[in-house]
């Protein structure tokens, strides 16, 4: 007997007007990142921040380039409120990992004391990983 698994086609990266910088539906749920990575503009700028230099990302992470640091940077910089959304969505999620919790009828309930029976039928239940980038707003 023998396995087949499905693949699903990647969704297409969508440019941004930084040449550097990408995001995808199916990569860190639409969050910008430098292209061919999975590193997102938010770490790059928050690492900055907390008082790394672009040298040092750039030995610290082999696949970036200066020219890829400064570019996420600029657009980090150049969209303060996306970055903003993205670090508090992050933060939700981290919550919800963290204490086991998930969101029910627009509640938050740990899950050991989640009760299927208790919630009405068409109530969505998310957890921390399948939580729609809709409640994170």
């Known amino acids: 007997m023998t396995a087949t698994t499905q693949t699903k086609a990647p969704a297409p990266a969508e440019r941004t007007e930084h040449p550097h910088i990408v995001k995808s539906a199916d990569t860190l749920g639409g969050e910008p990142r430098v292209e061919d990575t999975r590193i997102p503009v938010?770490?790059?700028?928050?690492?900055?921040e907390a008082g790394e230099s672009a040298a040092d990302l750039v030995r610290g992470f082999p696949p970036l380039t200066l020219a890829?640091?400064?570019?996420?940077?600029?657009?980090?910089?150049?969209?303060?409120?996306?970055?903003?959304?993205?670090?508090?969505?992050?933060r939700l999620r981290s919550v919800m990992k963290e204490h086991d919790l998930l969101f029910v009828d627009h509640r938050l309930i740990?899950?050991?004391?989640?009760?299927?029976?208790?919630?009405?039928?068409?109530?969505?239940?998310?957890?921390?990983?399948?939580?729609?980038?809709?409640?994170?707003?």
Request: proline letters at 10%; glycine letters at 2%; zero cysteines.
């Open 42 to 48: 938010r770490q790059i700028l928050r690492m900055v």
């Open 68 to 90: 890829q640091v400064y570019d996420a940077l600029s657009y980090g910089y150049d969209h303060p409120d996306e970055m903003t959304y993205y670090e508090e969505r992050q």
């Open 110 to 137: 740990p899950r050991k004391r989640f009760n299927p029976a208790d919630v009405p039928a068409d109530a969505p239940v998310y957890t921390w990983e399948t939580l729609p980038k809709e409640l994170d707003e």
